[in-house]
């Protein structure tokens, strides 16, 4: 049962242009919503985040976007560089209980950004 | 200072064997998390530590897996009697307030598992 889907496996985007990358979740409990990013041989460094009261965080270059009616949230980049070439990880967390750091993860999507 | 670290980076083993792979956690961090990462898939969640409390075990997807931590900071994640299946990217992570909302999850290089 996957609770975080992200249905494009990859992207490719011109240097410049914008980076949209999509995530859908089922789980009506998750309350606060991640991006990581992820270059090869390194562990996820987290991006931004969002809480479920919101429907929009900016950082810089990076904005994240939720829309709890359709359960979907993207992660908009402008200007796409080609440092931010990476697998991109939308994760969930779920509300309340004893696991409230517990992080549910997408499949990842492989962004590739072309000088 | 130091991030969370992990070793080995590498570990290739024969099917049936037992293996333990290491994490260093953030100092200060009172949370960990082992997560493991197979291949074309996201991060699995295994299981999580928090301070004294009892861990939570449900993501272990069988009873060759077990993990300890050993005085509130290191940990070993235990693989019994390993099979294929077993072969992933085996990622470890630390946080300092798993009950704040806005806590930051930091995650190690990972360890890739091979079993032949």
């Known amino acids: 049962d996957q609770q975080v889907k992200q249905n494009s496996p990859s992207l490719s985007v011109q240097e410049g242009r914008i980076s949209i990358l999509n995530c859908d979740y089922t789980n009506s409990m998750f309350d606060y919503f991640l991006w990581y990013k992820k270059y090869p041989a390194e562990g996820p460094t987290f991006l931004i985040s969002i809480s479920s009261i919101k429907d929009k965080n900016e950082d810089g270059r990076f904005t994240v976007f939720l829309n709890k009616s359709a359960k979907h949230l993207s992660l908009h980049i402008v200007p796409s560089q080609p440092g931010d070439s990476a697998v991109y990880f939308c994760a969930a967390r779920i509300a309340g209980g004893t696991s409230y750091g517990k992080l549910t993860f997408g499949q990842g999507t492989i962004l590739t950004v072309h000088p | 200072g130091a991030g969370v670290s992990q070793s080995p980076s590498n570990k290739v083993t024969e099917k049936g064997k037992d293996v333990e792979l290491r994490c260093d956690p953030i100092s200060g961090h009172t949370a960990l998390y082992w997560y493991r990462q197979s291949l074309g898939q996201g991060l699995e969640f295994l299981i999580y530590f928090q301070g004294n409390s009892a861990p939570d075990k449900s993501g272990l997807p069988s009873d060759r897996f077990s993990a300890e931590r050993t005085g509130g900071s290191v940990s070993t994640l235990t693989i019994q009697r390993t099979q294929q299946e077993d072969s992933a990217v085996y990622l470890c992570?630390?946080?300092?307030?798993?009950?704040?909302?806005?806590?930051?999850?930091?995650f190690g290089p990972g360890t890739r598992l091979t079993v032949l």
């Open positions: 992570a630390s946080s300092r307030r798993p009950t704040s909302g806005t806590d930051t999850q930091y």
